[in-house]
């Protein structure tokens, strides 16, 4: 795939939008990308809205208020980077937050989208769902769940990147992953993980090891034949009671400030594992997720 070339950032403009914003620029300005900001404003629900006071009043008017209180906060967080010369520009939206985003996302022709995945509580779970999740799950661009970084101080530090054992044919997307080790910068860190379950089915642990690990290594050679960015990679294979523990503890030993991975993998029977896979990254990550959709 190309390089990303336009990053839609959605935030809530709750918590802290800026520190959103510090976190998703260094990725876009390592991809030479510009940066639309977007605020969805959501129309009341019933039993759960941040307008539920006015429902019985001038709903419209309120909405209304908001979204322009909303403009404003958009403009005043763009300004400062804007006034510094970064190709970045603001909008606020009206609507489901979960189907806008994914919608303005073709509209406007993004490559990546950026989201963070705060904490919501549960009458909106119940109700909406996350907004990341959905993105996660219905976007045909990579997203990229922002985090702080442990390493945030100085750059990415190491990339981690799973690699499915049983797919040989998958190879990352490495211009993107390459472009984001050489401008953040970061170390390619490759895993293929074994899970416990793999034991139940009769495989044997050192035969498991060695069948991984020799695909592993074919990745490997493939992405430093010609073509690929010149950047440091390294590969392990490890064993974990589930593949997605494995892949998470592994990033927490080795500080990792970016997990890379697929959001499901090309074959039916393995969409709904390696699917439940990234969403538990996604969700127990302490750092970044740049989650990338399945080969067409």
Same mark, same amino acid.
């Given at each position: 795939?190309?390089?990303?070339?336009?990053?839609?950032?959605?935030?809530?403009?709750?918590?802290?939008?800026? !520190?959103?914003?510090?976190?998703?620029?260094?990725?876009?300005?390592?991809?030479?990308?510009?940066?639309?900001?977007?605020?969805?404003?959501?129309?009341?629900?019933?039993?759960?809205?941040?307008?539920?006071?006015?429902?019985?009043?001038?709903?419209?008017?309120?909405?209304?208020?908001?979204?322009?209180?909303?403009?404003?906060?958009?403009?005043?967080?763009?300004?400062?980077?804007?006034?510094?010369? %970064?190709?970045?520009? #603001?909008? %606020?939206?009206?609507?489901?937050?979960?189907?806008?985003?994914?919608?303005?996302?073709?509209?406007?022709?993004?490559?990546?989208?950026?989201?963070?995945?705060?904490?919501?509580?549960?009458?909106?779970?119940?109700?909406?769902?996350?907004?990341?999740?959905?993105?996660?799950?219905?976007?045909?661009?990579?997203?990229?769940?922002?985090?702080?970084?442990?390493?945030? @101080?100085?750059?990415?530090?190491?990339?981690?990147?799973?690699?499915?054992?049983?797919?040989?044919?998958? %190879?990352?997307?490495?211009? %993107?992953?390459?472009?984001?080790?050489?401008?953040?910068?970061?170390?390619?860190?490759?895993?293929?993980?074994? !899970?416990?379950?793999?034991?139940? @089915? #009769?495989?044997?642990?050192?035969?498991?090891?060695?069948?991984?690990?020799?695909?592993?290594?074919?990745?490997?050679?493939?992405?430093?034949?010609?073509?690929?960015?010149?950047?440091?990679?390294?590969?392990?294979?490890?064993?974990?009671?589930?593949?997605?523990?494995?892949?998470?503890?592994?990033?927490?030993?080795?500080?990792? #400030?970016?997990? !890379?991975?697929?959001?499901?993998?090309?074959? !039916?029977?393995? @969409?709904?594992?390696?699917?439940?896979? =990234?969403?538990?990254?996604?969700?127990?990550?302490? =750092?970044?997720?740049?989650?990338?959709?399945?080969?067409?």
């Amino acid at each position: 795939m190309s390089l990303p070339s336009r990053l839609l950032l959605a935030t809530s403009l709750r918590g802290d939008p800026a !520190a959103e914003l510090e976190r998703a620029l260094p990725f876009a300005r390592a991809l030479g990308a510009d940066v639309r900001v977007i605020h969805v404003v959501s129309d009341p629900v019933p039993l759960y809205s941040e307008y539920s006071a006015t429902l019985g009043a001038n709903v419209e008017a309120a909405v209304r208020d908001a979204i322009a209180e909303a403009r404003g906060r958009v403009d005043a967080l763009i300004a400062p980077f804007a006034s510094r010369g %970064v190709g970045i520009e #603001g909008d %606020v939206l009206r609507g489901d937050p979960r189907y806008l985003v994914v919608a303005e996302a073709k509209r406007w022709g993004a490559t990546m989208v950026a989201v963070h995945p705060g904490e919501h509580d549960l009458a909106e779970r119940l109700l909406l769902g996350t907004t990341s999740r959905y993105v996660l799950h219905h976007a045909t661009v990579p997203v990229l769940l922002l985090r702080p970084s442990p390493a945030a @101080r100085g750059g990415l530090g190491e990339i981690v990147v799973p690699v499915e054992p049983d797919d040989p044919d998958f %190879v990352p997307p490495q211009d %993107v992953l390459g472009a984001l080790a050489l401008g953040l910068p970061g170390r390619l860190r490759f895993v293929s993980v074994l !899970a416990e379950a793999d034991l139940l @089915r #009769g495989l044997d642990r050192e035969q498991g090891r060695e069948a991984a690990r020799n695909r592993l290594d074919a990745v490997l050679t493939r992405l430093r034949g010609p073509g690929h960015v010149d950047v440091e990679r390294l590969g392990e294979v490890i064993w974990a009671r589930r593949a997605s523990d494995g892949v998470l503890e592994f990033a927490r030993e080795h500080g990792a #400030g970016l997990i !890379a991975m697929r959001t499901h993998g090309r074959r !039916a029977v393995s @969409r709904a594992l390696l699917g439940s896979v =990234c969403d538990q990254v996604v969700s127990r990550a302490q =750092c970044s997720v740049l989650a990338f959709p399945p080969t067409p």
